[in-house]
Nanobody, 126 residues
Framework: QVQLVESGGGLVQAGGSLRLSCVVS????????LAWFRQAPGMEGMEREF???????????YYPGSVKGRFAISRDNAKKMVYMEINTLEPEDTAVYYC????????????????WGQGTQVTVSS
């Protein structure tokens, strides 16, 4: 089993920056990929939106075109942490952000990921 706990969310003005953190624990040696997803207000029950992923061992990163350049994922294997820096925040970035992990390689689809954190709320005011 793998446990994930997110932190770092909050209320931020548009144009600001935020760094989200995810503590990774449990059978971390079995992890292939860690990812961040988000779910905007009113979108509960819909597919969570993929925003970034990173290979746990090799460090290769993946982003959808919609966030490339503003979102930056990184990891610290020694501390068992994954981070996501979000720059130039926009009101449309308001969402609950989730950290997710899989043993099975990279995918941008939320159903691929077996392990999830509880999420951290990011609210961007205009």
């Amino acid at each position: 089993q793998v446990q994930l706990v997110e932190s770092g969310g909050g209320l931020v003005q548009a144009g600001g920056s935020l760094r989200l953190s995810c503590v990774v624990s449990g059978l971390t040696s079995t992890i292939s990929t860690l990812a961040w997803f988000r779910q905007a207000p009113g979108m509960e029950g819909m597919e969570r939106e993929f925003v970034a992923a990173i290979s746990w061992t090799g460090g290769r990163t993946y982003y959808p075109g919609s966030v490339k350049g503003r979102f930056a994922i990184s990891r610290d294997n020694a501390k068992k942490m994954v981070y996501m820096e979000i720059n130039t925040l926009e009101p449309e970035d308001t969402a609950v952000y989730y950290c997710a992990a899989t043993r099975d390689g990279y995918s941008p689809y939320s159903g691929w990921y077996a392990y999830w954190g509880q999420g951290t709320q990011v609210t961007v005011s205009s």
